[in-house]
């Protein structure tokens, strides 16, 4: 990403152009607005084309604990509270209060979507980056990547290679 560019319009462009998303699923990474755009994003261009692909790798698999969703939004809910807490003193002061109303309508699209994200990676083969498995893991996201990457050059016609 270039300095001074656009958060989502990178994450748009990137996740449009990328024949495969590596994403590095952590505790920090599922509370984030900006990771959540970008997963969900992929989602969606992934349904809409069959040789897009989204690989989850983890660095834990905390994600999976039946209350773990429960602790992402008391968290995403929190800063919620910390921006609406906000609202009243940029009125008395009278200022826009536009830059906070982006930021909880992110928090709100994360809230939203963090059960279909956590639905899809318990559903996912997820490839562990932790002690021991980073090795394998990349290993086999290297493969992953080669083969799609091969048989999309099968698909595209000869004077596009």
């Known amino acids: ?44 261009r992934e349904k809409g084309q069959r040789s897009k692909v989204f ?46 109303d982006r930021e909880k309508s992110r928090l709100y699209d994360l809230r939203n979507h963090l059960g279909k994200v956590l639905e899809r990676l318990k559903e996912s083969l997820c490839l562990e980056l932790g002690e021991g498995k980073m090795g394998e893991s990349l290993e086999r996201l290297a493969e992953g990547i080669r083969e799609e990457t091969q048989g999309r050059r099968k698909r595209l016609p000869h004077q596009a290679l």
Do not use: H, Q
């Open 1 to 44: 990403m270039r300095a001074g560019g656009s958060i989502s319009e990178f994450i748009a462009n990137s996740v449009r152009e990328a024949d495969v998303v590596v994403s590095i699923v952590s505790i920090k990474s599922l509370v984030s607005a900006w990771v959540a755009l970008e997963t969900v994003t992929s989602f969606e």
């Open 55 to 100: 690989v989850p790798c983890t660095l834990t698999n905390e994600f999976l604990a039946p209350g773990f969703r429960l602790r992402c939004t008391a968290e995403i809910d929190a800063r919620i509270r910390e921006i609406e807490s906000l609202l009243p003193r940029y009125a008395e002061e009278k200022l826009d209060s536009s830059d906070l």
